[in-house]
């Protein structure tokens, strides 16, 4: 027997996602007619939505994601960093090398997570919070790859964020309304036929902790 949901609900959730996915923003007559839903129903749901910040409308009238979505998505990355601190932990002790979960964060990458190596001499340090453009350095390139289905499995570069740093990062893909990656970043060589099938099994562990 199917769960009972609440209509009025899953309709706000729609308005976000419609929202989400328009740069230009909606009238309410067009988002109207993307969720093929009366006009009255959507300036009540539109109404609640404002008083909750998570609908703003411009001067002109337009419609976008309001800045409470923020404070709501400040809330899950707690939860993503708990989840995937002990996978980053076992793979940054196993190849001695710095080991991080790197989430989209609009044009950027944002270092989300960062488990460095307890045992070795010289690592790279890499800071929560560092952000760069997601096409430099194997993290952001890696959360590329996650948008093009059948691209390659991993991303590696040299000296793209720190001169002498290689790094190697896998998609972590599966997870609505996630884009990330799992790598490892070092100052020596990365023998790739051994560390990228175990980024890749990390970031699928990431991803079936997520999902479960």
């Known amino acids: 027997m199917p769960a009972e949901t609440s209509q009025t609900l899953d309709r706000g959730l729609r308005v976000l996602d419609v929202l989400a996915a328009s740069t230009a923003g909606l009238t309410v007559t067009e988002l109207a007619a993307a969720l093929d ?6 300036y ?11 609908v703003r409308r411009d ?23 708990d989840l995937a601190v002990p ?12 080991a991080h979960l790197t989430v989209a964060d609009g044009e950027d990458a944002l270092a989300l997570a960062v488990v460095e190596p307890s045992w070795t001499d010289f690592h790279v340090s890499y800071r929560v919070g560092s952000r760069h ?4 350095g ?17 991303a590696v570069t040299e000296g793209e964020l720190q001169p002498g740093a290689r790094g190697l990062a896998a ?21 790739v036929d ?7 099994r990390a970031a699928a562990e990431v991803a079936a902790r997520l999902s479960s």
Not at 44 to 54: G, I, K, M, P, Y
Not at 87 to 98: I, K, P, Y
Not at 142 to 150: D, K, N, S, V, Y
């Open 87 to 98: 996978v980053l932990r076992d793979l940054a002790e196993s190849l001695g090398c710095t």
């Open 171 to 191: 998609p972590v893909t599966g997870v609505d309304g996630l884009e990330a990656s799992v790598g490892i970043v070092t100052i020596g060589d990365i023998d």
């Open 133 to 136: 453009p997601l096409t430099r």
């Open 59 to 81: 001067p002109r009238g337009r419609l976008y994601v309001g800045l409470g979505v923020l404070h709501l998505a400040s809330a899950v990355q707690p939860v993503l960093r």
């Open 138 to 154: 194997a993290a952001g390139k890696a959360i590329l790859l996650g948008r093009r289905p059948g691209a390659e499995p991993f």
């Open 194 to 200: 051994v560390v990228a099938p175990r980024v890749r």
């Open 44 to 54: 009540r749901l539109v109404s609640t939505l404002e008083q909750h910040a998570l």
């Open 37 to 42: 839903v009366n006009r009255t129903v959507v």
